[in-house]
């Protein structure tokens, strides 16, 4: 499963009153931002 469709599923769960899951989103979107900005510099 693509990383983009586990955030979106997450992010329904929280949504939907999970609270537990942010927890989980935070690894996924840590990643992206270190990506995105080792590309810019």
């Not at 599923?9 to 690894?27: C, F, T, Y």
């Amino acid at each position: 499963m693509k990383k983009t469709q586990n955030v979106t599923q997450i992010l329904r769960k929280v949504a939907e009153g999970d609270p537990a899951d942010a927890e989980s989103l935070l690894p996924l979107v840590y990643d992206e931002l270190r990506r995105l900005a080792a590309e810019k510099l």
